[in-house]
């Protein structure tokens, strides 16, 4: 079974991008899958480091948490899924060093933009600019 991380602080699994990830793993005859949610950097970074996934789904603006990991301390929450993503592309989570990750993103700020165009280098990387159709992310999974 292939496990999903979706990151991001405003889904829920009844919440419709949730809903439509599953239809499109479904169409795109993905094969038996789980997905996990995190919803801010302190979960995310528990998920990332104690568990493996066949793809990461990665918003950008999401909360640090009640008790965030050292490195998202001071980062504001525009940053948070960047630094997470930049841990990623730096191989900060040994379990998921190969795993691909779609990066959500709705935002226009120059200093994510930078950030991203650095990430996107890596071809592990894609960025989908939200509001983002799940079929889209799900082809860049696979």
């Known amino acids: 079974m292939k496990k999903i991380l979706f990151a ?48 990461i789904i990665l918003d950008i603006m999401m909360p640090s948490g009640n008790n965030p990991p050292k490195f998202l301390k001071d980062v504001p929450n525009y940053l948070v899924g960047l630094e997470i993503a930049m841990k990623l592309k730096k191989q900060g989570y040994e379990k998921n060093k190969d795993t691909k990750v779609v990066i959500l993103t709705g935002t226009a700020v120059a200093e994510v933009l930078d950030g991203l165009e650095k990430i996107e280098k890596d071809g592990r990387f894609d960025l989908i600019k939200k509001p983002a159709y799940m079929a889209e992310v799900v082809d860049a999974l696979k």
């Open 8 to 55: 991001d602080d405003e889904i829920e699994k009844d919440a419709w991008e949730y809903r439509e990830l599953e239809a499109a793993l479904d169409d795109k005859e993905f094969g038996e899958y789980e997905i996990e949610i995190a919803v801010d950097g302190y979960e995310t970074d528990e998920k990332l480091r104690n568990g493996k996934f066949d793809g």
